[in-house]
């Protein structure tokens, strides 16, 4: 993926994403699925690459696998753990560019996802950090994912110490 923009944060994000949300948990009716908006479009303030991010917590890995099946149907491309061992990673840009990084609820990657996101959103000062980071990303050419990633890699590691 090509990293265009990192644009200024649009307070039209958050209801996209419970918009998003609500049409996801049509599609895993029965399987308990819980669904956060997380991310930087989940963080008032922040600059943010304009797709949204939902994390979706589930028991078991039967139910990931269901959850994958049903989505794929709907037009989400799987991209299996996408380099991130314990999740599974899809994605849409048919209408609003959207991931979707499907967990074991209440594990690693849920915790840490949701920390991350509550911790920027009461620490203002550290979102103006963070966002510096990513515009330095930018600036520095850094224009496919992996890359742009690891160039903010170092800030997120601190920012995540400081949210657990």
């Known amino acids: ?10 307070s039209f994000w958050p209801a996209e994403a419970s918009s998003l949300a609500g049409r996801i948990a049509g599609y895993l009716t029965n399987l308990g699925a ?5 991310g930087s479009t989940a963080v008032p303030g922040l600059e943010a690459k304009p797709v949204l991010d939902l994390l979706i917590g589930l028991s078991n890995r039967h139910e990931i696998d269901e959850a994958i099946r049903r989505l794929s149907s709907a037009w989400w ?17 048919r209408s609003i560019a959207s991931n979707l990084h499907i967990v074991l609820i209440d594990k690693e990657h849920w915790v840490n996802n949701l920390a991350l996101r509550d911790y920027l959103r009461s620490h203002p000062a550290e979102v103006t950090k963070y966002a510096a980071a990513k515009r330095a990303a930018v600036n ?14 170092e800030t997120i590691a601190e920012l995540m110490v400081k949210s657990l």
């Open 1 to 10: 993926m090509l990293i265009r923009i990192v644009c200024p944060y649009d």
């Open 34 to 38: 819980k669904i956060e908006h997380i």
């Open 140 to 153: 520095a050419g850094h224009r496919r994912l992996l890359t742009y990633s690891a160039a903010k890699a």
């Open 77 to 93: 491309q799987d991209f299996g753990d996408a380099g991130v061992a314990g999740r599974r990673y899809m994605r849409n840009r």
